[in-house]
């Protein structure tokens, strides 16, 4: 069988927020889009095989830049993976990586493992041994004493010790390094609103990241805690649920991402303790749901980097829910070509990956989805993808 295969007759969006291109077609060589082109001039279809998607749309893969693949989606899901064996815990990874890309999402970033569990399943699927997206990991977060995720983080205080919790996991293998700079929603005795490590902590570990060419995300939910990560130079404040204006304006200004998560705190109100959320994570997710969705509003009309992320992982936010993200991301005011762009483009661009990934160009890899219907006139059509190609390979 020729490894050249020509898709033609759908509607395309490429993923840079232009316009859906209609009665599109390209060439796929190996794993790489080789040629992209439009209407019934098509390249020879000598030795190539030619896949007919007529009504179709394409769009390139979701990339999901907040997750925690080792984490199951249940009421209490630290309780659940800190008594059970690094075993158990890594087969449930290999169960969720099949999760998020028969939904779609065919680049993930991982935000927060224990074990080494991460590495091993992220340098197993780029081996072949087992089928996935393709993601970059964070190691252990780094976290002040008693901070946000200790159980399952590197514990460290003053600056010459987030240096070396930076090093260890820079030299584990982290592609990014994770740093709490607030309290937050899920550990029990930590409040989402209060700074933790101090710009100071923080720019040690940035400094260690960015002299190792990787990039740096924070956990960081109230307003003194965002700004200090802002100046501690991170590349992302991850969920940002107190933005006020002054921190708003310090991202545009620097350039700094937000990645949302909206559906974290959602489905821990949705699902509640009737359904096994611990009560103070409930209470908190309420608390700071109002917040979260205004902070968000303001920063996307300021003009702040979006990239999509969820939190999968978090109580009953599955591995499969990227969509949801879209739509609450819609509901606070984003237009659907720009929730579209914050889930591909955008998101490969703070992952450092738009070289490659993100956007259906010729030289980038063949990642993408055939949906039944155009997700610009109805997101949900998401929920239901047609078929998922990673790597130029046709894997749902
Ligand atoms: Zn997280």
Known sequence: M??????????????????????????????????IGQGDELPSTEGVNVVNLNGKVVMPGLINSHVHITMEPVGDP???????????TTLRGVANLKKHLLAG???FRDLGAHGGIDLALRDSVKAGLIEGPEFLVSCEVVTMTGGHGWPMGREADGPDETRKAAREQLKAGADVVKIMATG??????????????????????????HKAGKKTASHAQGTEGIKNAILAGIDSIEHGIFLDDEAIEMMVERGTYLVPTLVA?????????????PKQAVDKSEMVMGSHMDSFRRAYEAGVK????????????????????LKLM????????????SSTKTSAELLGIDDKYGTLEEGKFADFLVLDENPLENLDTLFNINSVYKLGKLVK
Request: hydrophobic residues 40%.
């Open 306 to 325: 979006i990239a999509m992320g969820t939190d999968a992982g978090t109580p009953f936010n599955f591995h499969d829910a990227a969509p949801h993200e």
């Open 330 to 341: 819609m509901d606070c005011g984003m237009t659907a070509m720009d929730a579209l762009v």
């Open 184 to 209: 937050g929603v899920m550990t029990e005795g930590v409040e989402p609103g209060s700074p933790q490590l101090s710009k100071e902590e923080m720019e040690a570990a940035v400094i260690e990241a």
């Open 265 to 277: 705190p959602y489905f821990i109100v949705e699902y509640g303790v009737e359904a096994g959320v």
């Open 78 to 88: 630290f309780s659940l993976i800190l008594s059970e064996s690094l075993p158990k």
């Open 2 to 35: 020729s490894d050249k295969t020509l898709y033609k007759g759908f509607t395309m969006i490429d993923g840079t927020g232009k316009e859906p291109i209609s009665n599109a077609w390209f060439l796929v060589k190996g794993q790489t889009l080789v040629k």
């Open 105 to 107: 999402t065919t680049y």
